[in-house]
Nanobody, 123 residues
Framework: VQLQASGGGLVQTGGSLRLSCVAS????????MGWFRQAPGKEREFVST????????FYSESVKGRFTISRDNAVNTVYLQMSNLRPEDSAVYYC?????????????????WGRGTLVTVSS
């Protein structure tokens, strides 16, 4: 499975962005999909995960209530709607795929990664 994230950009504090992640290749078996982010000088951290069916969503405490993850399996795409953005949300955002929901917030459990898209929130 190949993953391609897009939708990043520059936005002011309080603004919104929607990230997309398109999966291609061997997508016959739907995967659990996650979003992670990495700010300069920091470790990559969990942001959100959605189950294969889309019925379950999980968020980090730092984004809960501001970000919404969703997916459209008909077009093999996962979205991350980000609202009320803050400067501390600035990072490169990566989408990733895995088979199981176990340890959904552990980046080491994800087997496929996209290249990332940069989000910059100005103050």
């Amino acid at each position: 499975v190949q993953l391609q994230a897009s939708g990043g950009g520059l936005v002011q504090t309080g603004g919104s962005l929607r990230l997309s992640c398109v999966a291609s290749g061997r997508t016959g078996t739907t995967n659990v999909m996650g979003w992670f982010r990495q700010a300069p000088g920091k470790e990559r951290e969990f942001v959100s995960t959605i189950s294969a069916s889309g019925s379950s969503q999980f968020y980090s405490e730092s984004v809960k209530g501001r970000f919404t993850i969703s997916r459209d399996n008909a077009v093999n795409t996962v979205y991350l709607q980000m609202s009320n953005l803050r400067p501390e949300d600035s990072a490169v955002y990566y989408c990733a795929a895995k088979r199981s929901l176990l340890r959904y917030n552990d980046l080491h459990d994800y087997t496929e990664w996209g290249r990332g898209t940069l989000v910059t929130v100005s103050s």
